[in-house]
């Protein structure tokens, strides 16, 4: 089989992002509460399913052998290849609020490696893109990660789950590592949180039980902006075989990356002991 068209399947995520943004203005003010999922406080609205759809649709249109792993429930096997992890709104408490953190988020792989990433912030009208190998880019200027080497002075984005035990177990983790950076963000979009990594905004993340729909296109933003993005496995904390669930570390610097990375993994062992 040949390799796929990167830039084809790039410029399919950057159309695909940008309709469902226009989605999200268009509905914001007119948005309802239509169901929860894993908690009363995990919200889904119209617009998530409605995005959902929107994108599923021109993926399968133009791509029919790809596989596609949704936030909202979208799942096709494929043949090709290559996989899609979407979030249509990632950031759903914030737009229900009508707090501006809110964004698409389209990730893709090839052969299990992230390849294509494309978060649209519609609110702010930013475009964070990057495709595997040939950079990392906002609204077309190509960006580039913190060089700030030291953990101490590293402004670091976090984030949490709706399950209220869970909360517990990161509020345990969250404890060891607030003391040992220059801030904490918590912004409430993941994807958006990472797209920050990317270009400067902040000089780490880590959050642990992210989904795959929120973290694969700004993993492959951040390392196209010269910065580290990994999904690791601490070897006490029992991981999800659909690769939902793990924990993802980031950071501009390797110093920065190796020695929040070690933190993390040694808290949550602790906080799982
Ligand atoms: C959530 C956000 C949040 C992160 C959670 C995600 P959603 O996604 O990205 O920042 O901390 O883990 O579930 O529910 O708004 O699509």
């Not at 159309?15 to 509460?33: K, N, Y």
């Not at 090839?110 to 930013?126: F, L, R």
């Not at 196209?224 to 029992?238: D, K, L, S, Y």
Request: aromatic fraction near 6%; include cysteine.
């Amino acid at each position: 089989m040949s390799a796929p068209d990167l830039r084809e399947i790039y410029h399919l995520a950057l159309g695909a992002a940008e309709e469902a943004g226009r989605i999200h203005q268009e509905r914001l003010h007119f948005e309802r509460t239509i169901a929860t999922k894993t908690s009363p406080a995990d919200a889904v609205t119209e617009v998530d399913r409605a995005c959902e759809e929107l994108i599923v649709s021109r993926i399968v249109a133009a791509r029919p052998d790809d596989s596609i792993v949704g936030e909202e429930g979208a799942n096709r096997t494929g043949t090709s290849g290559v996989a899609w992890y979407l979030d249509p709104l990632d950031g759903t408490v914030n737009y229900v609020y009508r707090r501006h953190d809110f964004s698409v988020s389209i990730g893709v792989e090839v052969d299990g490696v992230p390849s294509v990433g494309v978060v649209y912030d519609s609110s702010a009208g930013e475009m964070f893109s990057a495709i595997r190998g040939q950079g990392a880019w906002l609204n077309g200027e190509p960006i580039r990660a913190s060089g700030v080497r030291e953990l101490g002075m590293a402004l670091t984005g976090t984030g949490f789950g709706y399950d209220a035990a869970y909360r517990l177990q990161q509020g345990r983790v969250f404890a060891q590592i607030i003391g040992r950076v220059r801030d904490i963000r918590r912004g409430g979009s993941a994807a958006l949180e990472l797209c920050g990594v990317a270009c400067g905004r902040l000089e780490a993340f880590y959050e642990q039980g992210i989904n795959k729909w929120d973290a694969t296109a700004g993993i492959v933003i951040i390392r196209e902006a010269g910065g580290i993005a990994e999904r690791i496995e601490p070897p006490e904390v029992p991981q999800r075989a659909d690769g939902n669930g793990h924990v993802v570390v980031a950071a501009g610097t390797r110093e920065v990356y190796d020695d929040l990375r070690a933190l993390v993994i040694g808290a949550s062992n602790e906080a799982h002991g």
